[in-house]
C-alpha cells in the first residue's frame, strides 16, 4: 500500500517561513510526478506546485515567485519550501504522487497569522 507522510506544518506569522515534507513509501518514487494541492476552508482543493521526474516545476499564480518544489529521489522525499507566508496561505496542505494513479497524505496544516 502507497503511503505519502507529510510533515513540516504548524503555525507561522505573516512574512515568515515553513519547508513541508513528504515521504513516500511503495512507489516507483523517481518515475512519479510530485505534487502539493491546498485546500482552504469553503474552498476547492487546488494545485500549488508540481515537479515531475525531469524536475520540471510548475507553480499555481497565487505561490508563483513565493514557493518552491523540490525533490530528493534517494529519500523518496519531496519538500516544500514556502517564503513570505501570508494568511491567505492558510490551509491545509496535502502532498499527491502521480504513478498510474493519484495517492494522497493525510494532509497537514498550515495557519499564518496576521
Known amino acids: 500500500q502507497v503511503q505519502l507522510v507529510e510533515s513540516g506544518g504548524g503555525l507561522v506569522q505573516a512574512g515568515g517561513s515553513l519547508r513541508l515534507s513528504c515521504t513516500a513509501s511503495?512507489?516507483?518514487?523517481?518515475?512519479?510526478?510530485m505534487a502539493w494541492y491546498r485546500q482552504a476552508p469553503g474552498k476547492q482543493r487546488e494545485l500549488v506546485a508540481s515537479?515531475?521526474?525531469?524536475?520540471?516545476?510548475k507553480y499555481g499564480d497565487s505561490v508563483q515567485g513565493r514557493f518552491t518544489i523540490s525533490r530528493d529521489n534517494a529519500r523518496n522525499t519531496v519538500y516544500l519550501q514556502m517564503n513570505s507566508l501570508s494568511p491567505e496561505d492558510t490551509a491545509v496542505y496535502y502532498c499527491?504522487?502521480?504513478?498510474?494513479?493519484?495517492?494522497w497524505g493525510q494532509g497537514t496544516q498550515v495557519t499564518v497569522s496576521s
Open positions: 515537479i515531475n521526474n525531469a524536475g520540471t516545476e
Open positions: 499527491n504522487a502521480a504513478f498510474i494513479q493519484n495517492y
Open positions: 511503495r512507489i516507483p518514487f523517481s518515475i512519479s510526478v
